[in-house]
């Protein structure tokens, strides 16, 4: 059942948010009203922009991302669209090398900056890429 600030989302969205995103109607998903903000979900849901489920982002959270997120102190519905691009790249490319992703080489790689309602990542000045430029001279 919606709570007081949300609906429930049609069958028809239903059908879009499995298709493209994974979740299905057991998973409690709801939209919040026009004009609210994702930001102060009702109690026991977690807001989380479309865009960042565009970025790569799903829920649950893999162990890799939640380690992140838990030792940055930023939660789900404050992550930019950026920032799980990022954290789902250097996995990604991570596994693709034959390595599990380890936090402290995603912190040697990225500088943090949060606030109470945006959490970013930014490529630390003078690191190393993650992918080489492999274009001949």
């Known amino acids: 059942m919606a709570g007081e600030s949300s609906t429930l989302p049609s069958e028809s969205d239903f059908r879009f948010l499995e298709e493209t995103y994974g979740l299905s109607p057991t998973d409690g998903v709801e939209f919040p009203f026009p004009g609210l903000s994702i930001l ?21 959270l893999i162990d890799f991302q939640e380690e992140v997120l838990q030792k940055v102190g930023c939660s789900v519905q404050i992550l930019t669209p950026n920032v799980v691009n990022k954290v789902v790249a250097f996995e990604m490319i991570s596994r693709a090398n034959g390595f599990l992703p380890d936090y402290f080489v995603f912190k040697y790689l990225f500088r943090f900056w949060f606030t109470g309602d945006k ?13 080489p430029d492999r274009r001949t001279p």
């Open 40 to 60: 102060s979900p009702p109690p026991g849901k977690v807001g989380v922009y479309l865009m960042t489920l565009n970025a790569g982002l799903r829920l649950p």
């Open 119 to 131: 959490c970013t990542f930014f490529v630390r000045l003078g690191g190393h890429t993650l992918v």
